[in-house]
T-cell receptor, first 113, second 111 residues
Framework: ETGVTQTPRHLVMGMTNKKSLKCEQH?????MYWYKQSAKKPLELMFV???????ENNSVPSRFSPECPNSSHLFLHLHTLQPEDSALYLC????????????FGDGTRLSIL | RKEVEQDPGPFNVPEGATVAFNCTYS??????FFWYRQDCRKEPKLLMS???SGNEDGRFTAQLNRASQYISLLIRDSKLSDSATYLC????????????FGKGTKLSVKP
C-alpha cells in the first residue's frame, strides 16, 4: 500500500451518533491534516498535526475531535454533528507542516441525516 | 475581501486552445503559492508551485505578480485530459503557516 488511505469512503450518520474517520499515510511524512470540502466552498483546513502534536486548530467546533496516536495515523472523531457538517473530509500529509506537495487521500463523503 | 479568490468558471474551451486562470490573494505577506488540480470526485493533487520569477512545466506556465497580488496559470494546447478544477493555494505565513485554498476554477476541454 502506498500514499494516503482513508476509511470509510462513505458514511451516513444521524445527529446523535458517534463515529470516527480514519486516515493512514505510508509516505514517512511528519505532518498530517484534516480538511473539509463542502459544495461551492473552498477547501477548509481544520487541523494540522506535526509528529503527533497538534499545531493548528482553525476554530473547528468541538463536535469534531482529532486524534493522532502516531505520525502515520490520524483520526477524526465525530459526535452530535449537524446537517451542515455534511461534506467531503479529506486527509493529507506532507514531509513537514505546510510543506509541499501535500498528498491527499480519497476522502470520506459524510452525510448527516 | 475574500482571502483567496478565483473565477469559478466553468471555462469551456476546445482542444488545442490556450486558457488562463487568475487567482487573487488578500494578504500581501503571503509567502508561497501553488496550483493544485482536482478531478471530479477525486482528491486534489499538486500541479505546480509558483515561483517569483515565473515557472514553466511543459504546457503549463505559472506566474506571480506580488505588486498586484495575483497568480496565474496558463495552459497551452489544452487536452481533453486537462478537464478538471484548478485550485489556487496560498500560504499566508505566520508563525505556524496558514494554507488557504481558493474555491477552484473549473475547466472543461471539448473535442
Amino acid at each position: 500500500e502506498t500514499g494516503v488511505t482513508q476509511t470509510p469512503r462513505h458514511l451516513v450518520m444521524g445527529m446523535t451518533n458517534k463515529k470516527s474517520l480514519k486516515c493512514e499515510q505510508h509516505l514517512g511524512h511528519n505532518a498530517m491534516y484534516w480538511y473539509k470540502q463542502s459544495a461551492k466552498k473552498p477547501l477548509e483546513l481544520m487541523f494540522v498535526y506535526s509528529l503527533e502534536e497538534r499545531v493548528e486548530n482553525n476554530s473547528v467546533p468541538s463536535r469534531f475531535s482529532p486524534e493522532c496516536p502516531n505520525s502515520s495515523h490520524l483520526f477524526l472523531h465525530l459526535h452530535t454533528l449537524q446537517p451542515e457538517d455534511s461534506a467531503l473530509y479529506l486527509c493529507a500529509s506532507s514531509q513537514e507542516p505546510y510543506s509541499q506537495p501535500q498528498h491527499f487521500g480519497d476522502g470520506t463523503r459524510l452525510s448527516i441525516l | 475581501r475574500k482571502e483567496v479568490e478565483q473565477d469559478p468558471g466553468p471555462f469551456n474551451v476546445p482542444e488545442g486552445a490556450t486558457v488562463a486562470f487568475n487567482c487573487t490573494y488578500s494578504n500581501s505577506a503571503s509567502q508561497s503559492f501553488f496550483w493544485y488540480r482536482q478531478d471530479c470526485r477525486k482528491e486534489p493533487k499538486l500541479l505546480m508551485s509558483v515561483y517569483s520569477s515565473g515557472n514553466e512545466d511543459g504546457r503549463f506556465t505559472a506566474q506571480l505578480n506580488r505588486a498586484s497580488q495575483y497568480i496565474s496559470l496558463l495552459i497551452r494546447d489544452s487536452k481533453l485530459s486537462d478537464s478538471a478544477t484548478y485550485l489556487c493555494v496560498v500560504n499566508m505565513g505566520g508563525s505556524q503557516g496558514n494554507l488557504i485554498f481558493g474555491k477552484g476554477t473549473k475547466l472543461s476541454v471539448k473535442p
